[in-house]
C-alpha cells in the first residue's frame, strides 16, 4: 500500500527547534506522522537562520531532509507576507493526499488552499492567530486579508484548527466554520510541568475540541 502523502505548506521552518512556534509546531506533528508512515514533504518561503554560534545569519538550503521529513525552500518576494509565487508550481508538481497549512493571514495559507482546491484533495488549516501583535497598518492590511481572502478560505476548508478559545473566538467574528481547538504540541524531553505559584500567571488547559475551566 502507498504511503500517505501529506503536503505541509508553512510561513517557516527552520532547521531545528527554536523560538519559532510555527517551526516547533510543525517539527513535532511531522515527526509523529511519519513514525506512523505518513509521507511529509514541508514547503516554505526562503528564510534565513540564526545559528548558536557567534549570533551569525546563515541561510537555508533550498532543500534538505530533516527527521524524515523532505523541506522545500521557495525563494519569496515579499518578506512580510510571505509572498512566493514558487510555491503554487512546487506544489503543482507534487501529487498530494491531503495539503495542511500554517499561520492564517499570511500567503502560505491561501497557496494550499488554492493548490488542494485545484487538485480536489481535503485541506486543513492550523490558524496560529495572534492579533495582538498586529501594529495599526498591518491591522488594516489584516482586515483586507480577512474579506479578500481569509474568510473563504475558514469557510471552505475541509477544517480548521485554532489553537485556543481565544484564537476560535477572534476568528468567529470573521465567519462561521467547522474547527476542532487543537493546542501546541509540546516537546516533553524540553518542557516538563513543575510546581510553581504564581499571582500573576493564569493557564488554560484546552482539551481537544472543547475548552476546560
Known amino acids: 500500500m502507498d504511503k500517505m502523502k501529506l503536503g505541509i505548506v508553512t510561513t517557516t521552518f527552520f532547521g531545528e527547534e527554536c523560538s519559532s512556534g510555527i ?12 513514525k506512523y508512515g505518513v509521507d511529509i514533504s514541508v514547503y516554505t518561503p526562503m528564510h ?8 551569525m545569519y546563515r541561510k537555508l538550503p533550498k532543500r534538505e531532509k530533516i527527521d524524515d521529513i523532505f523541506v522545500h525552500r521557495i525563494a519569496k518576494i515579499m518578506n512580510e507576507y510571505k509572498f512566493s509565487p514558487g510555491l503554487f508550481t512546487a506544489l503543482l508538481k507534487e501529487r498530494f493526499d491531503i495539503i495542511h497549512s500554517f499561520h492564517y ?18 485541506y486543513a488549516l492550523t490558524t496560529s492567530y495572534h492579533p495582538s501583535q498586529l501594529t495599526i497598518i498591518k491591522s488594516f492590511l489584516m482586515r483586507l486579508y480577512n ?3 481569509g474568510r473563504f478560505i475558514l469557510k471552505e476548508s ?24 487543537v493546542p501546541c504540541p509540546v516537546n516533553d ?25
Open 147 to 149: 474579506v479578500s481572502q
Open 48 to 55: 534565513k537562520e540564526l545559528t548558536k554560534k557567534h549570533g
Open 23 to 34: 517551526t516547533n509546531t510543525v517539527r513535532l506533528l511531522s515527526k509523529e506522522l511519519v
Open 158 to 181: 475541509d477544517m480548521v484548527f485554532p489553537q485556543n478559545y481565544s484564537e476560535t473566538k477572534e476568528l468567529r467574528k470573521i465567519t462561521n466554520f467547522d474547527y476542532e481547538i
Open 189 to 213: 524531553e524540553i518542557f516538563y510541568p513543575r510546581k510553581i505559584k504564581k499571582d500573576k500567571l493564569i493557564v488554560e488547559r484546552f482539551d481537544i475540541g472543547k475548552k476546560v475551566k
Open 105 to 122: 493571514g499570511y500567503f502560505p495559507a491561501t497557496a494550499g488552499f488554492m493548490i488542494a482546491k485545484l487538485k480536489k484533495i481535503p
